[in-house]
């Protein structure tokens, strides 16, 4: 008999819907982390997402990563764009696990959702968690688009390595004309990132 | 592209294409379908390459064989179901053999993210005597392309490379340069009447040399560096390839590994070795027992599907469990596992504006028996359109008609097909209807691209792959060409219009064609025109909900359109029962 040790890999589920820029926001952590000189795989699962389906992204990275998806109660980090999204990804938390998730509900097509029993849920799921309204932020910097950008930045303050490498990723696969923009944005997440992180530390602490 | 060396992540389809081009193809020819459908967008973008869509997978994978004959390294590409309908030419070239290299790749779909089944492709390999390559991440990807080509003219065969959506769509990290081969051989285009013309005479002698040529792969396929052992420290043995591989051995990184480049023919001798240098040998594979069996025909002792499922997608969570059940690993029962919500799903609909939804909300109200294909428009079977009774195979939805028409009468019976389906295999089945006088209404919804797999172009787009323009082929000159009388063009934003010819036609015991002629509101431009709104005319009706439109919303018992997803179609405006609460502004 062996025993499985489970070597040093982390992992970053992002997951939303079709349209809210998931492939683009999982490239860009997957970049940073390769930049910071880490092994990495990506696996995207987006059957028909085009058609406003559920999207999701694993990036695993460490030393060396084999699989391109995480197992369950694995992840260490939640991407979520919308809250019905980041529910369904509960499966792969754990306790320790930090959550940066998009106050927002997607509306399913003929179907009536109980908004109560989704804050109810998410607020009973047992993570480190950011729930807020990341359009807000985004209005304030001037566009809309650039919540998951935010959101990365929020990430950023948590995952193990320099933020440089985010920044760089973000110069590489961003498009030139909203370059300086997404840089915004992603200090402005680093901000808020900086922030949360210091409360929640000194709620620990307590 | 350039010929440095980068560092890269980059998916296994994207890395097919690199290796196909390093591996010094000149042509590839292909008919979409998820996972295979990027190879060929990456393929194109090399200098000095030609890669073409074809209309279906049979007609690709002929257009590569003659290329591979003219002298030339060809791949085609393919989903899983696509080597379905390119099967004919797949048995027989077997036979003819290659001139310069030919590589058959084929992705499946286990777990069936967009797909009609799950077929295991491995047995066509078995099934037509042809080396099959399965690369388990990025980088194998890459070079085992180049590999495949080398294999197909060593052996004159073509090669076939199987991938997986696990395969073809993570991503990861590979080091390469876009540098061709050098010392490319010079293969002259020859008239030999005995290698390519497959009479009876000649097809006897080349199945003997077909016999004799896997006897050699055999015996290549134990010495191959290609099937390679990765020594560990325990006492125990897999036996594994393709995506399957990275779960085991993240599970049991201790343990020794037989990994299967070269699935067919499989290195049983080598496999038969590595099996008694250790305890207990398992073999971990996605879908079919297939390895397991070509072991156990030859007498190996190993344990496979007993452990683990023959359907489905493999995952560390599946393979962990198969591990601790034959007991490589200890149970883990410190670890709980989250609860998995009772969530609403969000399925699939067809996008707000799509030219699908009118045809399939007359259909709804006029209740035909509607024979589907596949496509996006195969959404229009699920509910509240609920308006396609059939879907098997692409191309199936005319010919089903013609059955399901001749035998009965209680029903009207409309077979409806998308313009990239009509071309893959519809044309015959319209050609069969008119020449057997069969009673049917065929829709064929012309939305000039190949949405469902990512707006691929065809022969009713006006441009190829390669962005260059052609007059389209019209589909209601094809039909009046062929001899078929009732043929109709419709509009379908003009709902009221739209929906007297269909019904006409559903009425009247004559074969009619209605083309569609709207176009995707996705591909290859994004349509969006000015948003309707609903005024507090709306009595709460529901009617609107009916067509199933994401911009469509429900609150406080009245509708309401979100502006930013409404594209202006007008339908909802169409269906609506009362004059004013819907409207443009
Ligand atoms: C034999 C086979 N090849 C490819 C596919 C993948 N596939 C499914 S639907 C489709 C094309 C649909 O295009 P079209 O008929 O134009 O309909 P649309 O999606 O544009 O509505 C393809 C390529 C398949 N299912 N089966």
Redesign the interface.
């Known amino acids: 008999?062996?025993?499985?040790?489970k070597?040093d890999?982390k992992s970053i589920l992002f997951a939303g819907?079709?349209g809210d820029g998931i492939i683009t926001a999982s490239?860009v952590a997957?970049?940073a982390c390769?930049l910071a000189g880490f092994?990495?795989?990506?696996?995207?699962?987006h059957?028909?997402?085009?058609?406003?389906?559920?999207v999701s992204a694993f990036v695993r990275f460490g030393e060396k990563?084999?699989?391109?998806?995480?197992?369950?109660?694995?992840v260490n980090y939640l991407f979520a764009t919308e809250k019905?999204?980041a529910?369904?990804a509960?499966?792969?938390?754990?306790t320790a696990s930090i959550g940066i998730i998009n106050d927002r509900i997607?509306?399913?097509?003929?179907?009536?959702?109980d908004t109560e029993y989704i804050d109810k849920?998410l607020e009973s799921?047992?993570i480190r968690k950011i729930v807020k309204n990341f359009a807000e932020d985004a209005l304030k910097l001037g566009n809309p688009k650039v919540i998951n950008t935010i959101m990365m930045g929020v990430l950023s303050c948590y995952m193990p390595l320099e933020k440089e490498y985010f920044t760089e990723a973000i110069n590489k696969i961003i498009p030139k004309r909203i370059l300086t923009l997404n840089l915004d944005a992603f200090y402005e997440g680093i901000l808020i990132g900086e922030n949360t992180r210091n409360k929640n530390y000194s709620r620990e602490v307590n | 592209m350039d010929d440095r060396t980068t560092?890269a992540?980059i998916s296994g389809n994207e890395a097919v294409a690199i290796g196909a081009y390093k591996g010094n193809a000149h042509f590839a020819s292909g008919y979409p379908g998820t996972p295979s459908s990027e190879i060929l967008d990456y393929f194109k973008q090399f200098k000095d390459v030609i890669a073409q869509w074809a209309s279906n997978e049979k007609s690709g994978l002929e257009a590569a064989l003659g290329a591979s004959i003219a002298g030339t390294r060809s791949f085609a590409t393919m989903k899983h179901v696509g080597l379905n309908v390119a099967a004919d030419p797949l048995m027989t070239s077997a036979y003819t053999g290659v001139n310069a290299g030919l590589v058959v790749v084929t992705a499946d779909d286990p777990g069936m993210?967009?797909s009609q089944n799950e077929q295991d492709n491995r047995y066509y390999a078995k099934f037509a005597k042809l080396p099959m390559l399965e690369p388990s991440n990025e980088y194998e990807a890459m070079a085992f392309m180049q590999y495949a080509f080398v294999l197909s003219e060593k052996f004159d065969l073509p090669s076939i490379m199987r991938l997986t959506t696990?395969i073809s769509?993570?991503?990861?990290?590979v080091k390469y340069d876009t540098r061709r081969l050098d010392n490319e051989k010079i293969f002259k285009m020859k008239k030999d009447f005995q290698k390519y013309v497959m009479i009876p005479s000649n097809a006897i002698k080349k199945h003997k040399s077909l016999l004799k040529k896997i006897e050699e792969l055999e015996i290549y396929s134990n010495e191959s560096p290609i099937n390679r052992i990765i020594k560990?420290r325990?006492s125990?043995g897999i036996i594994t390839s393709g995506?399957s591989?990275?779960?085991a051995?993240?599970?049991?990184?201790?343990?020794h590994f037989f990994k299967v480049g070269l699935t067919y023919p499989m290195p049983v001798e080598k496999i038969k070795n590595f099996v008694e240098s250790v305890d207990r040998a398992v073999v971990i594979e996605e879908l079919e027992p297939f390895m397991e069996e070509e072991l156990k025909i030859a007498g190996v002792k190993v344990e496979g599907k007993k452990y683990f499922p023959t359907d489905g997608e493999l995952?560390?969570?599946i393979v962990?469990n198969g591990?601790e059940k034959c007991?490589?690993?200890?149970k883990d029962k410190s670890?709980?596992?989250?609860?998995?919500?009772e969530?609403?799903?969000?399925?699939?609909?067809?996008?707000p504006g799509c030219p699908h939804r009118p045809v399939f909300d007359i259909l709804h109200s006029l209740k035909p028996y509607v024979t589907g294909d596949i496509g996006?428009y195969t959404?229009g079977a699920i509910?509240?359109l609920s308006a396609m009774h059939t879907t098997v195979c692409m191309g199936a939805s005319i010919s089903m008609g013609i059955g399901a028409s001749k035998v009965q009468d209680d029903e009207k019976i409309v077979s409806i097909i998308g313009d990239s389906t009509f071309f893959h295999t519809g044309i015959q089945p319209l050609v069969d209807a008119y020449m057997n006088n069969a009673k049917l209404t065929i829709i064929i919804l012309d939305n000039r691209i190949t949405a469902m797999t990512?707006g691929q172009p065809n022969p009713s787009s006006g441009f190829n792959l390669n962005n260059k323009k052609f007059e389209p082929v019209k589909i209601a000159s094809l039909a009046r060409t062929i001899g078929i009388k009732r043929v109709f063009e419709v509009d379908q934003y003009n709902y009221e219009e739209t929906k007297r010819i269909i019904e006409r036609e559903i009425n009247i015991d004559e074969l009619s064609v209605i083309v569609a002629l709207r176009p995707c509101v996705?591909s290859p431009k994004k349509i969006k025109d000015e948003p309707l709104v609903v005024t507090d005319k709306c009595i709460g009706c529901k009617r609107c909900?009916r067509i199933?439109?994401?911009a469509?919303?429900?609150v406080n018992n009245k509708a309401v359109i979100d502006a930013d997803l409404c594209t202006g179609c007008n339908v909802c405006k169409s269906v609506c029962p009362v004059e004013g609460a819907i409207i443009n502004v």
Not at chain 1, 39 to 45: F, L, Y
């Open positions: 008999m062996c025993n499985g040790s070597m890999i819907v079709g490239n997957a970049m390769m092994d990495v795989k990506k696996s995207e699962i059957g028909m997402s085009q058609r406003g389906g559920s990563v084999y699989s391109p998806t995480d197992a369950l109660g694995q019905i999204e529910l369904r509960n499966k792969y938390l754990n997607v509306p399913i097509i003929n179907q009536e959702i849920k799921v047992k | 560092k992540i993210h967009s696990r769509h993570s991503l990861g990290i560990g325990s125990v995506v591989y990275n779960y051995k993240e599970l049991l990184p201790d343990a995952n560390l969570d962990k591990l007991g490589f690993l200890k670890k709980v596992i989250f609860e998995d919500f969530l609403p799903k969000r399925p699939p609909a067809l996008c996006c959404l509910a509240p990512g996705l909900l199933a439109c994401p469509i919303d429900f």
